[in-house]
């Protein structure tokens, strides 16, 4: 460029001034053709030769201009040629220098994998030292006469269940001659139960457990006669189904003198081992739905059913807080409790004489209001007699069942599984002889106390005692707990990745990054998974039954993991942590080069819907490349076969694509937990969404903080319609907001195991139906199991590309169909768990002044 302009101006400089010494080297050309010129005379006049000569002159300037064009073009193309060739190097470099990182990446991988197996106990790597069976010893110690002491330290073989294996259980069949009044119904639910639990095994060497349904009607069950009872039945489970009120039927068990475990409803006292047998819930499974827990307060206070039989030896026993005395007592706080109902009538029942005074259920007890009271009172059967009763217990969750608190007088019942299940958040206990207080405590409980016990009681229904699977379940968990073995992992779905894909070289022009640098480019790097096998069984199952409802499998992570304190990485625990500026902090390009936070360095996986534009979903996918932190990208492809995924040229951009046909085209395939996701971030991602690298590093940033929230960029919220009394869905802007879309959001994997294995199934099946809502339906899940707000990052209100067609209006039937979705998920779930927030993040110096040497964290956001 700068030759060309040079030599115009010398060639106009010397046509019209005919100086032509300014360029140095046009002059000595000149002056020889000058020179060339005198030796051949034309004779001519002087004019003449004059004006010949500036012709002359005129043309071999041009000559020589013509020469130096030449030149010029080549010296042009030669540096040209020089600059690409420069450039090539320049990527060489770049892709060397990103190869030396992966190698340098592998490297440091393979050599903590090697630490970790050289610094592990010897105990964690190798098989444990079998364990001795205590048992042959301690049987000498028999008790005859009574009822065995048991604990599981005394009576237990541990020595069957390794924590190296899973759990089994092995279930002898259910005999109908053992279980006597069982209805049909209720045997059939539980072998069917029995045979579909991923604990069960027909291999009774390796089970841990031995479990067997007897009959309470049975006078003497031979259990001595059971294959492997072995003598004095270790390890065994005796379930007893009581199916008879306490009334016709004797509830003392033979004393059969064995090391086995019993579980049953009704207890007798000095049959019960504390922290040994197990107390049963009603063996009866409903399908009808529960009921809906608002409004918090109903138009009965406490409602009460239950009759009084009095038996003749009751006045010998003479004890101060017999169930007679309860009884006065609530009548005489009649006018309270009858408020909601009366009691049922005084009935007396005929076959009682044997035990004392005792409540027993009314006959129309079925028709209480308990959906319209607060609180349900009941009584429990007096301790030196029963432990637990199945009038006690089914009342219990039938009381839940509608909503209505238990008010159990009587502060030391044993309830279903109290052994797991913190019944004290969900039911109110109080000792019987503060039944003249009662309407005084009652009084006190506000609202949002209501409201919690009511969601507990019913979460504990759900989850616990809804379905002869859940029964089969905890029983086993009930043993398993106990002996503290580590659940199964989670169920993850098997991943058939399509193989051979094509990959080709991506179109230059669709990255239209800008060069700002959001992070280290590194190798794909899992989380690691199942580091609390132990800790989870041991310290932490109480949490897993009563807070977060999922016992029954292990998780690989849970986005409730503890986190460090911050010094921690700079004493001893610095394992994967990148804090910034090495610990220093910093803003910009310090901030830019290391993730820092609270959790070790972690990766992401974009999940990608697509369904039938492969276009628009090979531009989505280009535009990942160079997205630091990204692990891999998992294409769900939701479209038809063909064309399908193998017909496609796919990018090359840095990390591996895999994609997965799904086997039937759903939206819930965005939260399936496919196997190959093997990072805790989940980046969900519609095939048009369009977001800036900077915007998705940032959002993972603060996903990172808040692992048990959904990170989104859109967001929406549910709007109340006072006409119509009911929800609808908005997406207005605005100033509080309860969803954000799953177009683009990150979440936990954790929540897609929720989504798809214990989320209510008719939220599936709504979602398939309708296609659509299925981002309605995370938002209600991640609501619900949190009781928090997602969280909105970035000023971004849409997120589409701009030339794919969308434009969902108001009026559209998709619109209109998701304000039914939140007013049918809402009925499902009891209540609508979805909140408000008024908060939107940024990044911590958007919008600050910041001084000259200093950068922002972030450029434009
Ligand atoms: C760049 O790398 C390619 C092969 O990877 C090689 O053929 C070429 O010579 C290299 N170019 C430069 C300028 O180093
Ligand atoms: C923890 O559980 C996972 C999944 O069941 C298993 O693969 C892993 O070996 C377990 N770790 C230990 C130390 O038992
Ligand atoms: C959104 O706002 C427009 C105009 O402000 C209003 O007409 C429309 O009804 C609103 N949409 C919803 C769903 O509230
Ligand atoms: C728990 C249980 O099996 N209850 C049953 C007892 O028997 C009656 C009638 O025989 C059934 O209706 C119950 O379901």
Redesign the pocket.
């Given at each position: 460029m700068r030759l060309y302009t040079h030599t115009t101006r010398c060639y106009r400089v010397a046509a019209a001034v005919g100086v032509l010494t300014i360029c140095g080297v046009l002059l000595p050309l000149l002056v020889m053709s000058y020179l060339d010129r005198k030796t051949f005379p034309p004779a001519k006049p002087q004019e003449l030769t004059t004006l010949s000569e500036n012709e002359r002159i005129r043309l071999s300037v041009r000559g020589e201009k013509m020469d130096l064009e030449k030149k010029r073009t080549n010296i042009k193309l030669e540096m040209e040629n020089l600059q690409l060739?420069?450039e090539?190097?320049k990527?060489?470099?770049t892709?060397k220098r990103s190869d030396l990182q992966r190698l340098t990446e592998m490297m440091s991988t393979q050599k903590r994998l090697r630490r970790i197996a050289e610094e592990a106990p010897e105990g964690m790597l190798s098989e444990p030292l079998g364990l001795p069976d205590l048992g042959e010893e301690r049987s000498q110690h028999v008790n005859h006469g009574k009822f065995r002491p048991c604990t599981y330290d005394e009576c237990f073989d541990y020595s069957r269940c390794s924590l190296r294996k899973h759990f089994r259980a092995f279930f002898y069949s259910l005999e109908e001659d053992q279980l006597v009044g069982v209805p049909r119904m209720t045997i059939s639910e539980l072998s069917r139960a029995i045979r579909s639990n991923r604990h069960s095994t027909p291999n009774a060497d390796e089970a841990c457990i031995f479990v067997v349904f007897v009959s309470a009607k049975l006078k003497a069950p031979n259990l001595p006669a059971l294959k492997y009872w072995n003598g004095d039945g270790a390890n065994h489970l005796v379930v007893v189904v009581d199916n008879c009120t306490r009334s016709n039927c004797d509830h003392r068990i033979p004393s059969v003198e064995s090391r086995a475990i019993y579980a049953r409803q009704i207890f007798p006292a000095e049959q019960f081992r504390d922290d040994f047998d197990i107390v049963l819930p009603p063996l009866q499974w409903k399908s009808d739905p529960l009921s809906y827990m608002l409004p918090v307060r109903r138009q009965n206070t406490l409602t009460f059913s239950g009759t009084y039989v009095r038996s003749e030896n009751e006045e010998a026993a003479g004890m101060r807080l017999t169930s007679r005395y309860i009884y006065e007592e609530i009548l005489k706080n009649a006018q309270y409790a009858t408020q909601s109902r009366e009691f049922c009538s005084s009935r007396s029942l005929g076959r009682v004489q044997e035990l004392r005074g005792a409540w027993v259920d009314c006959e129309d007890s079925r028709t209480e209001p308990l959906s319209e009271s607060i609180f349900a009172l009941m009584i429990a059967p007096d301790e030196d007699c029963f432990v637990s009763t199945d009038i006690l217990s089914s009342r219990l969750i039938r009381a839940i069942w509608h909503g209505a608190i238990p008010v159990i007088l009587g502060d030391s019942v044993r309830l279903p599984f109290d052994s797991l299940l913190q019944w004290r958040k969900a039911v109110i206990m109080v000792a019987k002889a503060r039944v003249p207080e009662i309407p005084l405590i009652l009084r006190t409980y506000n609202d949002e106390d209501i409201f919690a016990l009511r969601r507990q009681g019913r979460r504990l229904v759900e989850t616990y005692f809804k379905t002869a699977d859940q029964f089969i379940e905890t029983l086993i968990s009930a043993v398993r707990y106990k002996v503290k073995v580590q659940a199964f992992p989670e169920r993850s779905q098997k991943t058939e990745i399509v193989p051979n894909l094509d990959f080709g070289p991506m179109n230059q022009q669709l990255s239209s990054e800008t060069d700002e640098a959001l992070g280290p480019l590194e190798t794909p790097y899992p989380s690691l998974a199942f580091q609390r096998n132990f800790s989870l069984t041991l310290n932490y199952w109480r949490d897993l039954f009563n807070v977060h409802f999922h016992p029954h499998s292990m998780s690989a992570w849970r986005p409730t993991d503890p986190v460090l304190p911050s010094d921690a990485k700079f004493r001893g625990s610095s394992f994967g942590f990148r804090p910034i500026g090495f610990g220093a902090g910093g803003s910009g390009k310090e901030f830019a080069e290391a993730l820092g936070g609270n959790y070790p360095r972690e990766q992401f996986t974009a999940v990608v819907l697509t369904y039938d534009r492969p276009q628009v979903l090979i531009e989505g996918i280009s535009n990942f490349k160079g997205l630091p932190y990204l692990s891999k990208v998992l294409v769900v492809w939701n479209g038809p076969d063909s064309p399908g995924p193998e017909t496609l040229t796919w990018p090359e951009i840095g990390v591996p694509i895999q994609v997965v046909k799904a086997p039937v085209n759903s939206l819930n395939n965005r939260f399936v937990p496919w196997d190959a996701i093997e990072t805790e971030a989940v980046l969900s991602l519609d095939d048009d969404a369009r977001l800036r690298h900077d915007e998705l590093i940032f959002a993972f940033r603060v996903w990172r903080e808040n692992r048990d929230r959904v990170v989104g960029f859109p967001g929406r919220f549910h709007a109340y319609d006072s006409v119509h009394r009911q929800w609808n869905y908005n997406s207005n802007h605005s100033c509080e907001l309860s969803m954000v879309l799953t177009g683009a959001a990150f979440f936990h994997k954790f929540y897609m195991y929720e989504y798809t294995y214990r989320m209510a199934p008719e939220i599936r099946q709504t979602v398939d139906d309708l296609m659509n809502c299925e981002d309605i339906a995370l938002n209600f899940l991640v609501a619900h199991l949190t009781r928090k707000t997602p969280l909105k990052v970035t000023s971004k209100w849409t997120f589409r590309c701009p030339g794919c067609p969308v434009a969902l209006s108001e009026h559209d039937s998709h619109f209109l169909e998701r304000h039914d979705c939140i007013n049918k998920f809402s009925q499902l779930y009891g209540y609508n768990p979805l909140l408000y927030t008024q908060l939107r993040a940024d990044s911590v110096l958007f919008k600050t002044r910041v001084p000259h040497d200093r950068q922002k964290c972030f450029k434009f956001i």
């Open positions: 060739e420069g090539t190097a990527e060489n470099i892709r």
